[in-house]
């Protein structure tokens, strides 16, 4: 685990500043558009189904749209939540609770209704948003320190259907790595293993219950941010997972205060 004499890579810019210093926010349909609308799309649909649900392609965000993300993230180094978990991660993160609040670009590209049409042509299901208090329907995730990792998981779904997770590249000046192994919930296929390092505007598509990952550590002096989206087939969640999922969201990520605090708002907004 970092020391406390270590600060993070790169100064935080205020709200703010990072407003006054980038352009105007690009239209979130029509840039999505601009660039799905020119891919070879039946191929790809053939290579998410051949890799069992995953998709990794190099270059996908328009640059406008890629430039609006740095700004945004580097705008929020302020409200990043450290968390450490001995032996599975160490990092920062900062929830869809407060994107909403700072950076709203970024929840209008989650609903991007172009986005959302091209992953169902990806992933042959029917995807809706996560529900409004779920804080990692579009979360940031801050690698800038040193050791700032998390180890193998699946992005498992607590909801009744299945969760899909776009993994979004928005700063890389690091030598962290996406790996992963494919197939491994698939008995007749055999695992697949397979490593990138996800550039500003790189994506990653994938049924989370399917692909184990992990990012590997961060070195001194370095910094990564990636953005994930989740959408899911069915919202419906059971009060026993709701728990387990929100135990999990405070420890592991967002903290107790964040979590917490919207389902107590929730709560009153229902009384």
């Not at 600060?7 to 029509?30: F, Y």
């Not at 968390?83 to 909403?100: A, E, M």
């Not at 990692?136 to 800038?144: N, V």
Request: net charge neutral.
């Amino acid at each position: 685990m970092s020391t406390p004499a270590q600060d993070d890579v790169i100064a935080p810019v205020s709200v703010e500043q990072s407003k006054a210093a980038s352009p105007a926010a690009p239209n979130a349909d029509r840039a999505v558009a601009s660039r799905t609308r020119a891919f070879d799309n039946p191929r790809l649909r053939k290579d998410f189904a051949d890799q069992g649900a995953f998709l990794y392609l190099e270059d996908f965000l328009a640059p406008e749209v890629t430039a609006q993300l740095v700004s945004s993230a580097r705008g929020l180094l302020d409200e990043v939540n450290r968390n450490y978990l001995p032996g599975h991660k160490q990092g920062g993160s900062v929830s869809r609770h407060t994107i909403d609040r700072l950076a709203p670009f970024i929840a209008e590209l989650y609903r991007s209704k172009e986005l959302i049409g091209w992953l169902e042509q990806m992933s042959g299901d029917k995807l809706q948003l996560s529900p409004v208090d779920d804080p990692h329907a579009y979360a940031l995730y801050y690698y800038t320190r040193a050791g700032d990792h998390i180890g193998w998981h699946y992005d498992t779904s607590y909801y009744d259907g299945r969760r899909y997770t776009v993994l979004l590249g928005v700063i890389d000046e690091s030598s962290c790595r996406l790996d992963y192994e494919l197939h491994t919930r698939n008995p007749d296929v055999p695992d697949q293993p397979g490593s990138v390092q996800i550039p500003p505007g790189g994506l990653v598509f994938f049924d989370g219950d399917k692909l184990r990952h992990r990012i590997t550590p961060a070195s001194a002096n370095e910094m990564r941010v990636s953005l994930t989206f989740e959408y899911v087939t069915d919202p419906n969640m059971r009060p026993w997972r709701r728990f387990i999922s929100n135990m999990k969201d405070a420890i592991a990520y967002f903290g107790f205060r964040q979590v917490f605090r919207q389902m107590t708002a929730r709560g009153k907004d229902r009384a």
